[in-house]
């Protein structure tokens, strides 16, 4: 029972990060979503501190975080600068957290499934928290498509045309926040973001439509939870390194037979 939970919390998390982290790099909003995910870092880390549960505290820090970045930083100057600094501010909130946590040996089982991810770190009701979290986001896409995609294919002609691209894209993060929040048992902390764009990075070096690359993406991101799920379970190492490994071949394989990867990000 356990293994099956395992291996669906895996599946479900890689699918949910990779779609957001796909929305996101068509959004042009990469950076702030890098904020967003080390808020969550900083947010489990603080609940390791306070003996609280990491899921949740990193959660309400992911989301609030996020939140707060769609409100401000379209109000200011500098956005850049002050996103790269907030991006350090959670880093260094997070490693001080980790230290404080780690002095006590109570924590240290919970802090290495913080870091690195853990095989046995989901129980049915963070299974059901990814389902519902996976459902609301599906369900958000499908009741918005037109004015998604109307973003997709030109963010300015969207706002032209009388789109709330501001709340879509804080949607977006919010839906962010949460994903990674709850991804974090598995993965860990330190590679959330192999998932966020390794499979969306694949995904475009071999499909040509948004579409195809949507479902690449999704692809990609089952098959790295489910080969780099059997390969922890065979040799006894974190599974969230594991599923970098399988992903980051994906992306090497998906370059070697492409020939757009000189171009993907251009």
Known sequence: ??????????????????????????????????????????????GLVLRADPTYSGMVLAVTSAILLGVVLPRIHLKEVLTLSLFSFFSAIALIAIYLSNTTVLATTTLSMV???????VDVQKLVMLSVALTAFAFYLKVFKVQIDSIIFDRELAEAEGIDVYSHTLALLAFMGVAIALALRITGGFLIFALLYIPVASSLLVADTAKGQLLASITFASLSAIFGFSVSYVFDLPIGSSITIVAATILLISAAISRRGSVVYE
């Open 115 to 121: 870091l690195w991810g853990s095989l046995l770190a």
């Open 1 to 46: 029972m356990i293994f099956l939970e395992s291996i669906l919390s895996a599946i479900l998390s890689s699918v949910l990060i990779s779609s957001t982290g796909y929305y996101a790099e068509k959004f042009r909003i990469t950076t702030l979503s890098f904020c967003v995910a080390h808020a969550a870092l900083a947010g489990a880390s603080i």
